[in-house]
């Protein structure tokens, strides 16, 4: 059985060094909202549901070459909004690591202090999408700076942060062997496979988007996780429309021998390279 085709990423928590540095990265060069602040957990949005949770560890280590999160994708509701963003970005001299056309979206590539991978993207519509063979094509072409930033003629160019429809729009995952995750995310969870990229990546999306997941073996095959107390992802949520939704994909982990568990916030597990996963009813 397919996941629910009305399935989406919802927040992604991660963990930083220093709320000092990160903090004001997110908020003032990215344009995230700090929602609230409990202690050494910080939640952040747009103004609606959170987006990223962020949890301080001071001691935290920096690991390399493991599974976990390559980046989080944060989608802007319309073009006109990431030329805002793309404007703010080079007005705040913020590092941007790239910026690429992938045929069915506009994407730029940014960092947070501890390496955390964050894309800032905007869709094209959806009758746009370029299609081969009945398959979605993607591909990583030059972005137009000049006719992205072309949207701001004659438009208000005050920044005021990112757009209350902001969500996240996708999450792209470090694992240890393709084949092993493909398998779990598309015969376990239900996710459609899209498109492989090569014998190293793989992208699986619910209800014919482009990608909801991408999963590479860029970090190296066989990579293991990344030992406790590590910067980076401590998990991510994916969002169900419904109750009835949850329950046949949580069946679905029980009949393969998944080991779960419910927490107050949701149904925790791991995918097969120890990536923490959430699943929960959107609310």
């Known amino acids: 059985m397919n996941i629910h085709p009305n399935t989406k990423i919802g927040a992604v928590y991660l963990t930083v060094s220093d709320f000092g540095r990160s903090l004001p990265y997110y908020q003032h060069n990215i344009g995230l909202k700090l929602h609230r602040q409990e202690g050494d957990m910080a939640y952040l949005g747009a103004g609606g549901r959170d987006l990223l949770a962020l949890r301080e560890l001071p001691?935290?280590?920096?690991?390399?070459?493991?599974?976990?999160?390559?980046?989080?994708?944060i989608l802007v509701p319309s073009r006109l909004e990431l030329a805002l963003t793309l404007k703010h970005l080079v007005e705040t001299e913020t590092r941007i690591g790239g910026a690429s056309d992938h045929l069915v979206s506009e994407a730029l590539y940014l960092s947070d202090h501890d390496g955390n991978g964050i894309e800032i993207y905007r869709d094209r519509p959806r009758q746009e999408w370029p299609l081969v063979n009945g398959q979605i094509e993607m591909d990583t072409i030059a972005f137009d700076v000049d006719s992205v930033l072309g949207e701001l003629h004659g438009r208000d160019?005050?920044?005021?942060?990112?757009h209350a429809d902001t969500t996240i729009g996708h999450i792209h995952l470090h694992v240890s062997h393709l084949s092993e995750a493909e398998a779990f995310y598309t015969q376990v969870l239900g996710f459609d496979l899209v498109t492989r990229y090569g014998p190293s990546a793989a992208f699986v999306s619910a209800g014919g988007y482009h990608h909801h997941i991408g999963l590479n073996t860029w970090a190296g095959v066989g990579a293991p996780p990344p030992p406790s107390g590590s910067v980076g992802l401590n998990w991510y949520e994916i969002l169900l429309p419904d109750e009835e939704a949850l329950m046949a994909?949580?069946?679905?982990?029980?009949?393969?021998?998944?080991?779960?568990?419910?927490?107050?916030?949701?149904l925790f597990f791991h995918d097969p390279a120890q990536n923490g996963i959430v699943l929960r009813v959107s609310s």
Do not use: M
């Open 249 to 266: 994909t949580a069946v679905r982990l029980q009949n393969a021998h998944i080991p779960t568990e419910q927490r107050e916030d949701g």
């Open 157 to 162: 160019h005050t920044w005021a942060g990112l």
């Open 59 to 73: 001691s935290a280590i920096h690991p390399h070459r493991t599974t976990g999160l390559y980046h989080f994708a």
